[in-house]
């Protein structure tokens, strides 16, 4: 039963992703009939401020012996370090060795892979810091796609909202739906989101060589015309064989998907942007009707175009999310 949580606190952590650990299980709901929590805010020492990311200073009332019998350790976001100090990663260890449940929100999960925790564990962070963590801890599962990773007693959040998310999943498997749904009404969030960070990360241009520059220009700007790679390679003025082989070293995929990764990203631009059908986008972009572009949308993204279009579009058919 989730009746004890201790958000544990290191110098420069992020005040937003505190601030969701204190609206999940700080506030008292019990009106709206949500089981109350103990809510402790715990750091090495107790009564000694603490830096946030923006300079603003915290005095947390608990030192790390509130953590020896807390259903919960909750670990926000903080500035990434070399090193975090070892009292609080000890005492996040022996938390977890008797049983605790521990979460982190964003880059909460670089200190929570200074414990070794993470080692052999699927886990997730914020897609931004995915490769440098993937870099420190290459034992831990990492998955830079989802927006959160429920692994049993270790809960990993993407960035920012999506602690949001971990948070209400995890009251949602530990007390039911209706506490859950209570907390989201209160926050003016939905209960639980589609989809994964996939349609949060910017697509940027794959880098290429002078050769197939221009080539590749002209298929940004003729993205409705059907292509075939004999047709290209006779653009480029170069035999099909040399033409796949060079594609794929300068751009590291093939002439197909890398057209079907540029249609995509016109997609999400024409979604945010315009009002136009899903099936006019789908023609407009190449893909010819709306089911393959659904296709195509959600292997790249990890939603359906209406679900993007309904978190990013700047229209009135709905308000970009921030």
Same mark, same amino acid.
């Given at each position: ?12 952590f ?5 601030g969701?650990?204190?609206e999940?299980?700080?506030?008292d ?10 809510f ?19 005095i ?12 919960l ?12 100090? !070892? *009292? +609080? $990663? ?6 977890? &060795?008797?049983?605790? /449940? @521990?979460?982190?929100v964003?880059?909460?999960a ?9 080692d ?21 599962k ?24 971990a948070?209400?999943?995890l ?7 209706g506490?859950a749904?209570a ?11 589609d989809?994964?960070q ?8 794959p880098?290429?060589?002078d050769?197939? !520059? *221009? +080539? $590749? ?6 993205? &409705?015309?059907e292509h /075939? @790679? ?25 002439p ?6 540029q249609r ?17 986008i ?15 949308f959600?292997k790249?993204?990890?939603v ?6 309904r978190?990013?579009a ?9």
């Amino acid at each position: 039963m989730l009746k004890t949580v201790a958000a544990v606190l290191v110098d420069e952590f992020a005040p937003f992703e505190f601030g969701v650990l204190c609206e999940v299980f700080g506030v008292d709901r019990t009106d709206d009939g949500v089981p109350p929590f103990e809510f402790r805010v715990c750091a090495e020492q107790a009564n000694v401020p603490l830096r946030t990311s923006l300079g603003v200073s915290l005095i947390p009332e608990y030192d790390l012996s509130a953590l020896d019998d807390a259903d919960l350790v909750a670990i926000p976001a903080c500035n990434i370090r070399d090193e975090y100090p !070892e *009292p +609080v $990663l000890d005492a996040i260890r022996k938390a977890s &060795a008797r049983g605790a /449940t @521990v979460l982190t929100v964003c880059s909460g999960a670089f200190l929570l892979g200074a414990t070794g925790l993470l080692d052999g564990r699927l886990c997730t962070t914020h897609w931004r810091h995915a490769a440098d963590f993937a870099d420190r801890f290459p034992d831990a599962k990492l998955d830079p796609d989802v927006l959160f990773v429920d692994d049993g007693d270790i809960i990993t959040s993407a960035g920012t909202a999506a602690g949001i998310d971990a948070c209400l999943h995890l009251v949602r498997r530990e007390l039911g739906s209706g506490p859950a749904a209570a907390i989201a009404r209160r926050m003016v969030v939905p209960p639980q989101r589609d989809g994964g960070q996939r349609q949060y990360v910017e697509l940027p241009m794959p880098q290429t060589g002078d050769s197939l !520059e *221009p +080539v $590749l220009t002209w298929m940004i700007e003729h993205l &409705a015309v059907e292509h /075939t @790679v004999a047709d290209l390679a006779k653009r480029a003025q170069m035999s099909e064989r040399t033409f796949a082989r060079r594609f794929v070293a300068e751009t590291g995929t093939t002439p197909l998907r890398w057209l079907s990764t540029q249609r995509v990203m016109h997609a999400q631009r024409l979604l945010e942007e315009t009002s136009l059908s899903i099936e006019d986008i789908a023609q407009q972009c190449g893909f010819g009707g709306a089911a393959l572009l659904r296709h195509h949308f959600n292997k790249v993204v990890g939603v359906g175009p209406k679900d993007y279009r309904r978190t990013f579009a700047a229209s009135p058919k709905g308000q970009k999310s921030g």
